[in-house]
T-cell receptor, first 114, second 110 residues
Framework: EPEVTQTPSHQVTQMGQEVILRCVPISNHLYFYWYRQILGQKVEFLVS????????KSEIFDDQFSVERPDGSNFTLKIRSTKLEDSAMYFCASSEATRRETQYFGPGTRLLVL | KNEVEQSPQNLTAQEGEFITINCSYS?????LHWLQQHPGGGIVSLFM???GKKKHGRLIATINIQEKHSSLHITASHPRDSAVYICAVPIIQGAQKLVFGQGTRLTINP
C-alpha cells in the first residue's frame, strides 16, 4: 500500500541553524500539508501546498518557514533559523485532488533544537 | 472555544473491556478523521467518515452530523490498543486543513 515517508526520523540542531525536513508524498497526490505537534500539545496545521504554491497557511507559518517541491517526488519544509520553540514533531500529509478531505500522514520527524 | 473537543482526556481500562472515546466539534464539516498516535509519535489514520458508521476489525466509528458528534469504539480491548486517539476535522477553506482534538490517551492493562 502506498505511504507517505519522511526523513529524517529524528534531527537535533543548534538554535539559529537551518533545517530541512523532507517528505515523499503518495505519488498521485497533488495536495500536500505540514503539521506540527509540540510535546504535550495538539497537532497544529502549518501549511498546505498545491500546484507549486502555498494554498493556505497558519499564523505559525511565519517568514522563518518555507516549503518547496524541488522535484517530482519530494516536498520539503525549511526552517531558516531555528528557535528553541521549534522543537516538535513535524508531520507531512498528502491527499488526492478529488478527495482532499482524506489525508495520509507520514510517520513524522522529531526535531529538537538545543 | 475549542473547535474540536474530545472526552475523556485519559482512559485506563482492563484488557477485554469495551472502550468509547467521544469527539464533539463546533464547525461545519464534510468528514471527520480518527487517528491513532503511537508512543513513538507516529500518526496512523484509522477512519475517515462523513455519515453513519464504519468498522475495521475491533474498531467502530460512528458520526452524527446533525449533532456534530462522533464516537470511536474498541471492542475486546487489548494492551496493544494503548495509544493516543485523536479526532480531526477538516475546515472547508479551500485546502481542507485539519483541526485536531487534544487526543485521548488510552491505556489498556493486561
Amino acid at each position: 500500500e502506498p505511504e507517505v515517508t519522511q526523513t529524517p526520523s529524528h534531527q537535533v540542531t543548534q538554535m539559529g541553524q537551518e533545517v530541512i525536513l523532507r517528505c515523499v508524498p503518495i505519488s498521485n497526490h497533488l495536495y500536500f500539508y505540514w503539521y506540527r505537534q509540540i510535546l504535550g500539545q495538539k497537532v497544529e496545521f502549518l501549511v498546505s501546498f498545491y500546484n507549486n504554491e502555498i494554498s493556505e497557511k497558519s499564523e505559525i507559518f511565519d517568514d522563518q518557514f518555507s516549503v518547496e517541491r524541488p522535484d517530482g517526488s519530494n516536498f520539503t519544509l525549511k526552517i531558516r533559523s531555528t528557535k528553541l520553540e521549534d522543537s516538535a514533531m513535524y508531520f507531512c500529509a498528502s491527499s488526492e485532488a478529488t478527495r482532499r478531505e482524506t489525508q495520509y500522514f507520514g510517520p513524522g520527524t522529531r526535531l529538537l533544537v538545543l | 472555544k475549542n473547535e474540536v473537543e474530545q472526552s475523556p482526556q485519559n482512559l485506563t481500562a482492563q484488557e477485554g473491556e469495551f472502550i468509547t472515546i467521544n469527539c464533539s466539534y463546533s464547525v461545519g464539516i464534510s468528514a471527520l478523521h480518527w487517528l491513532q498516535q503511537h508512543p513513538g509519535g507516529g500518526i496512523v489514520s484509522l477512519f475517515m467518515l462523513s455519515s453513519g458508521k464504519k468498522k475495521h476489525g475491533r474498531l467502530i466509528a460512528t458520526i452524527n452530523i446533525q449533532e456534530k458528534h462522533s464516537s470511536l469504539h474498541i471492542t475486546a480491548s487489548h494492551p496493544r490498543d494503548s495509544a493516543v486517539y485523536i479526532c480531526a476535522v477538516p475546515i472547508i477553506q479551500g485546502a481542507q486543513k485539519l483541526v485536531f482534538g487534544q487526543g485521548t490517551r488510552l491505556t489498556i492493562n493486561p
